[in-house]
């Protein structure tokens, strides 16, 4: 169970290291910059601890797709920057195919 919180805290942080990546305006900011910095590395941390018992392909398609999503939110929000529908096709043809992967294959850790 431990390492589907390490997958999530990895999406969480992952999501805001990006979120400081577009506020950091080409790495121009100080604080920012280290924030996604600093994000960034967590996350990849958290990541590397999930992958013990969860395998890399779906370790990764979950995170990506959620990530993307989250990001996806964030930027609506706070960026203003707000998705047509075909990226709202798009995040659900993602959302699928993560959702193929976690309900059909048998990938396992070796």
Known sequence: MNEWLFLLGAIA???????????????????????????????????????????????????SALGIVFITFIGAVFFKQVPDVPAYIGLALIMAGVAVINLFSKMEVH
């Open 13 to 63: 942080v992952e999501t805001f290291a990006t979120s400081m990546l577009g506020l950091s305006e080409q790495f121009t900011k100080p604080l920012p910059t280290i924030a996604m910095v600093v994000g960034y590395l967590l996350s990849l941390y958290l990541l590397s601890q999930a992958l013990h018992t969860i395998p890399i392909g779906l370790a990764y398609a979950i995170w």
